[in-house]
């Protein structure tokens, strides 16, 4: 009896399967390649132009010290030179009184002829130390030239000195009946940059003339009566002690919201892009001060308000 055949199987396919793993692949090596690229086009978040920025910064920054350090060898020259003249004309006026003394009528040559003697021997002795003398003042006057032509060569030109530090609100910005007032902090010390006109106010930012200063406190005051108030402390590299002081006093006793905002490098401020943010408060009056008493802070509320911090990318 003849065996059965079996059917054929019907065999399985697997290029749907393999085409779809390969666009897989491409998608995920396009992906890989475009993170690259934006990568590339970024240095530890801050654009190429701005690194290049603060690295021509940094080295200006060191030209300036060198040429501090010049200017310091320049006037100790300068201070030997004035002192090697002021022993020169000593030395002259020595000499002069010298030649009068030889210059004098026989009777006195003869009883002071010993004493002659000794200052002619004396007179000598100057003279060669006024020479000396003389060859040092020439040599120092050379080297005073010399360093004063290589500190013309070092100075900065105008166009690369340490340009300003542009001050702007980072992401979408802020309501637009904000009013932002600015507190400089550095170097221990707090500057109120025009809140109440083109002038600014610096104080020191020790705790004791924080809570005595009068027109700190009138600021304060004036700033906690507008609702939607901030006073942005630009921080400084070495102004994080004044920010703790100047800050902690608007918060815990006026209320006041605050925001930081850290300020690298040396150059001036330019807060032009919070123009249409900047708020103004009544300036304090000079005799009014005088006479009256620091201001009370406002009773303390249940709640604290948080301080927002806009920053601009670092």
Not at 168 to 178: F, K, L, N, V
Not at 245 to 258: F, L, M, P
Request: aromatic letters at 4%; proline letters at 6%.
């Amino acid at each position: 009896m003849a065996k059965r055949r079996h059917g054929a199987k019907d065999e399985i396919l697997l290029v749907p399967f393999l085409d779809i793993l390969c666009s897989l692949i491409g998608v995920l090596v396009l992906i890989i390649v475009v993170l690259c690229v934006s990568m590339t086009e970024q240095t530890d978040g801050r654009p190429e132009a701005e690194v290049e920025m603060a690295q021509e910064a940094k080295k200006l920054r060191k030209e300036i010290d060198s040429h501090k350090k010049i200017e310091v060898i320049v006037n100790e020259k300068i201070a030997t030179l004035d002192e090697l003249q002021k022993q020169i004309e000593d030395r002259q006026q020595r000499y002069i009184k010298l030649r009068k003394l030889q210059s004098t009528s026989k009777e006195i040559l003869e009883t002071n002829q010993k004493l002659s003697q000794q200052m002619l021997k004396e007179l000598d002795d100057l003279l060669l130390e006024l020479d000396g003398l003389k060859k040092q003042q020439v040599e120092s006057k050379a080297e005073i030239t010399k360093l004063l032509t290589e500190l013309k060569k070092r100075q900065v030109p105008e166009d690369k000195k340490v340009p300003p530090v542009i001050v702007q609100p980072s992401g979408s910005g802020m309501a637009e009946d904000t009013k932002v007032f600015f507190v400089e902090a550095a170097g221990g010390a707090l500057k109120i940059l025009g809140a109440w006109g083109t002038e600014d106010y610096r104080l020191p930012a020790n705790a004791e003339t924080i809570i005595g200063d009068v027109t700190y406190n009138h600021f304060l005051t004036e700033v906690a009566k507008l609702p939607k108030a901030l006073v942005l402390f630009l921080v400084r590299d070495d102004g994080q002690g004044a920010f703790n002081n100047g800050a902690g006093r608007a918060d815990n006793d006026y209320k006041v919201r605050i925001g930081k905002l850290p300020i690298p490098g040396r150059g001036t401020l330019d807060l032009k892009t919070f123009d249409k943010y900047r708020g103004k408060i009544t300036p304090p009056q000079a005799e009014a001060l005088k006479a009256t008493p620091i201001p009370a802070p406002p009773p303390k509320a249940d709640t604290k308000q948080k301080a927002e911090t806009p920053q601009k990318a670092r």
